[in-house]
């Protein structure tokens, strides 16, 4: 391994408390993500050392949830950060984030609302505007496929039953769970919600595609209509 190329700020650390030598040795979830995000810099600027500008852009984001929705061009208004490590950023984020939403979807049984939350929750945590999903399911209720159905803004969008099961026809989808997001928050399902529900329901019936739920998420949390007695 060759030696990084370390600011003055770093290399006047004691070596073994480096970040790229305390992953080394530690490893990766020993960091903090400071650290995590100055070994990914590699460099920082003539004023500036990689860790102390990893500090300052989560300090200026107010952590890493904010960062990851950051866009190319708000992460170059942190001083410091040029285009190259603004795409290294959002390279390493996207990353992070399939990696932690990927499952082997065949070998995936949903159960009951719990399970969609556990396969769903990342994802939808990241949205800050109304997004519809739809889990295509098997005969043995086994995940096919996760589909996007439509995006809106933070009042709401909308999701036709046509969009809905375009793709659990093609799919040759038994079953189906729409899924999706309040950006205020709170998952408590609205009375169109209730209505949209019982909408996908009657036109997946026409189908032979049941609908078995719709999930609402919130912030960290999540609301079943099946559990509510409203599929």
């Not at 500008?53 to 890493?64: C, D, K, M, Q, T």
């Not at 009375?191 to 919130?218: C, E, N, P, S, Y």
């Amino acid at each position: 391994m060759t030696d990084p190329i370390y600011s003055s700020a770093v290399r006047e650390m004691p070596r073994e408390e480096r970040p790229r030598e305390r992953l080394a040795r530690l490893g990766p979830e020993a960091l903090r993500d400071a650290e995590l995000l100055a070994v990914l810099f590699r460099t920082g600027t003539r004023q500036t050392g990689a860790l102390a500008l990893a500090e300052n852009l989560l300090n200026h984001f107010g952590g890493l949830r904010a960062l990851a929705r950051a866009s190319l061009e708000e992460l170059q208004q942190v001083k410091g950060l040029g285009m190259v490590k603004s795409v290294e950023i959002k390279a390493a984020l996207e990353l992070g984030k399939r990696l932690a939403a990927f499952t082997e979807l065949d070998r995936v049984k949903i159960r009951g609302a719990a399970d969609v939350a556990a396969l769903l929750m990342i994802p939808f945590k990241e949205y800050e505007t109304e997004h519809f999903k739809c889990v295509l399911l098997n005969t043995k209720h086994e995940v096919q496929r996760v589909v996007d159905v439509s995006q809106g803004s933070v009042d709401g969008t909308v999701a036709f039953p046509r969009d809905v099961f375009r793709q659990a026809v093609r799919e040759g989808a038994s079953a189906a769970i729409m899924c999706h997001n309040h950006p205020s928050g709170d998952p408590e399902p609205s009375r169109d919600d209730v209505t949209l529900t019982q909408r996908l329901k009657a036109a997946g019936d026409l189908l032979g595609i049941t609908l078995l739920d719709h999930v609402v998420f919130g912030d960290g949390r999540y609301v079943s209509l099946k559990e509510r007695n409203l599929v």
